[in-house]
T-cell receptor
Framework: DTAVSQTPKYLVTQMGNDKSIKCEQN?????MYWYKQDSKKFLKIMFS???????INETVPNRFSPKSPDKAHLNLHINSLELGDSAVYFC???????????FGDGTRLSIL | AQSVTQLGSHVSVSEGALVLLRCNYS??????LFWYVQYPNQGLQLLLK??????LVKGINGFEAEFKKSETSFHLTKPSAHMSDAAEYFC?????????????FGTGTQLKVEL
């Protein structure tokens, strides 16, 4: 059973489109995160939710909007995609705010 | 603010040789430190963590790391490299922002293991 699963695994789309990436965790964790990994493998946190409440919102364009319908899901919607959005997006979860994070396998987003 | 610096973006060792991946941290409060491994086309997997208990931390796959406050270091070692250890390794420090659990990652070290 996959602990943190993201869909889709690959996403190829054109500039200007709107797309969503879904994340689900079956670990019963309270906290979920979105990270962006650029082409140089640099990882940076974007958002974090604890019990469906937004607690971390880094300097991310407001074209990116996370949504947490329940504790097990944290989706990422991106409007008006730009070339610079091409990256691998990782979802993660932790049991509480103070526990280690478990990562999904990533969604590779390519903007044409 | 917390940060980590990983020295050497690429490290190459022979199979059976010692693995040493360097990480130095900067933190205004006692840090929690982590090492993660990323295999190709996969997410990050936790190798080990330091949370202010024992300074020598043992992790999975035979890796360990030693927290040295005087050197602000948390280097990752393994006595004998295996081909399956080839991967990208990330050091991370945990900071707190408004109660959040924010991990700040280093730039990663690509480990290559040669026969």
């Amino acid at each position: 059973d996959t602990a943190v699963s993201q869909t889709p695994k690959y996403l190829v789309t054109q500039m200007g489109n709107d797309k969503s990436i879904k994340c689900e965790q079956n670990l019963g964790h309270d906290t979920m995160y979105w990270y962006k990994q650029d082409s140089k493998k640099f990882l940076k946190i974007m958002f974090s939710y604890n019990n469906k409440e937004l607690i971390i919102n880094e300097t991310v364009p407001n074209r990116f909007s996370p949504k947490s319908p329940d504790k097990a899901h944290l989706n990422l919607h991106i409007n008006s995609l730009e070339l610079g959005d091409s990256a691998v997006y990782f979802c993660a979860s932790s049991q509480t705010l103070n526990q280690p994070q478990h990562f999904g396998d990533g969604t590779r987003l390519s903007i044409l | 603010a917390q940060s980590v610096t990983q020295l050497g973006s690429h490290v190459s060792v022979s199979e059976g040789a010692l693995v040493l991946l360097r990480c130095n941290y900067s933190s205004s409060v006692p840090p929690y430190l982590f090492w993660y491994v990323q295999y190709p086309n996969q997410g990050l997997q936790l190798l080990l963590k330091y949370t202010s208990a024992a300074t020598l931390v043992k992790g999975i796959n035979g890796f360990e790391a030693e927290f040295k406050k005087s050197e602000t270091s948390f280097h990752l070692t393994k006595p004998s490299a295996h081909m399956s250890d080839a991967a990208e390794y990330f050091c991370a420090v945990r900071g707190f922002t408004g109660g959040g659990n924010k991990l700040t990652f280093g730039t990663g070290t690509q480990l290559k293991v040669e026969l």
